[in-house]
C-alpha cells in the first residue's frame, strides 16, 4: 500500500476526529447550551425531577462525553501507529496513542480558554487522559483474549 493511501486510511480518521473534538470546544456545545437540551429531556421523562438531579445528571453526561471522545481518539491513534502491522499489539503504539491523546487534551482545554463561553479545566483534562489510557487498556485486553 503506498503512502497516500496509508495515510488516507490510518492518519485521516485520527484527524477528523481531532477536529470533531475541536468543534465539540466551541460555543455551541458549552454547558449553557447542553444544559437546555438536557433538561428538555429529562423533564420529559421524568416531570418531577429536581434542579439538582438535573445538574448532576447533564455533568456526569458531560463527564462520559470527555471519556468517549478521547476514547476513541485513543483507539483512532493506536490503529494509525499500528499501521496495518500483521502484528497486533505493541506497547509502543499504546504509549503513543496515550501521549497523543494528552498532547490533544491539553490543547483542547487551551483552546477552550480562548472561548468566552468556556473554560479551560485540568480536571476535564484528566478525564480527557483517563478515557484515553482506559482505550489502550481495552486494547490490551483485546490482544490477550484474540490471541492465538
Known amino acids: 500500500m ?4 496509508k495515510f488516507i486510511k490510518y492518519w485521516i480518521p485520527v484527524i477528523l476526529w481531532m477536529w470533531f473534538i475541536f468543534w465539540m470546544s466551541t460555543e455551541t456545545f458549552s ?3 447542553t444544559a437546555s437540551v438536557i433538561e428538555l429531556i429529562l423533564r420529559f ?10 445538574d448532576l445528571i447533564h455533568a456526569f453526561i458531560r463527564k462520559i462525553g470527555h471519556i468517549a471522545e478521547y476514547y476513541i481518539l ?3 491513534l493506536f490503529r494509525a501507529f499500528r499501521d496495518g ?5 505493541k506497547w ?12 490533544w ?11 468566552p463561553t468556556r ?17 489502550q487498556f481495552a486494547s490490551v485486553f483485546w490482544h490477550r483474549c484474540t490471541r492465538k
Open 2 to 5: 503506498t503512502f497516500n493511501r
Open 31 to 33: 454547558s449553557q447550551k
Open 45 to 54: 421523562l421524568a416531570p418531577q425531577i429536581s434542579p439538582q438531579k438535573i
Open 74 to 76: 485513543s483507539i483512532l
Open 85 to 89: 502491522s500483521p502484528v497486533s499489539w
Open 92 to 103: 509502543r503504539w499504546s504509549i503513543f496513542a496515550v501521549i497523543g491523546v494528552v498532547v
Open 105 to 115: 487534551a491539553v490543547s483542547d482545554e487551551w483552546h477552550q480558554s480562548f472561548v
Open 119 to 135: 473554560t479551560a479545566s485540568v480536571a476535564d483534562v484528566s478525564v480527557d487522559i483517563a478515557g484515553g489510557i482506559l482505550a
